[in-house]
Nanobody
Framework: QVQLVESGGGLVQDGGSLRLSCAASGSIFRFRAMNWYRQAPGKLRALVASITSGGDTNYVDSVKGRFTISRDNAKNTVYLQMNSLKPEDTAVYYC?????????WGQGTQVTVSS
């Protein structure tokens, strides 16, 4: 069983920065890719960034150059550094650990960017 706990969300002004953290329990973290998703009001949950177990990263076009995903396997934690935030980044952010046919999700953390 894996538990994911996100932290680091909050209210920030347009152009500001936040760093989200997602701490995972269990021993499989270092062997699995990790993802950050977000869900804005009235919209579907969407993938934002991914990192493989080896550290390769991918981003949705809208956050490239502004967001950075990273992981610390010693701490079982994945991070999302978000710079140059825009009002359209406002959403609940979720970390995700896919494990075969099952997906583990955190509880989500709210990010609000004011204009």
């Amino acid at each position: 069983q894996v538990q994911l706990v996100e932290s680091g969300g909050g209210l920030v002004q347009d152009g500001g920065s936040l760093r989200l953290s997602c701490a995972a329990s269990g021993s499989i973290f270092r062997f699995r890719a990790m993802n950050w998703y977000r869900q804005a009001p009235g919209k579907l949950r969407a993938l934002v960034a991914s990192i493989t177990s080896g550290g390769d990263t991918n981003y949705v076009d809208s956050v490239k150059g502004r967001f950075t995903i990273s992981r610390d396997n010693a701490k079982n934690t994945v991070y999302l550094q978000m710079n140059s935030l825009k009002p359209e980044d406002t959403a609940v952010y979720y970390c995700n650990l896919p494990d075969g046919a099952y997906n583990y999700w955190g509880q989500g953390t709210q990010v609000t960017v004011s204009s």
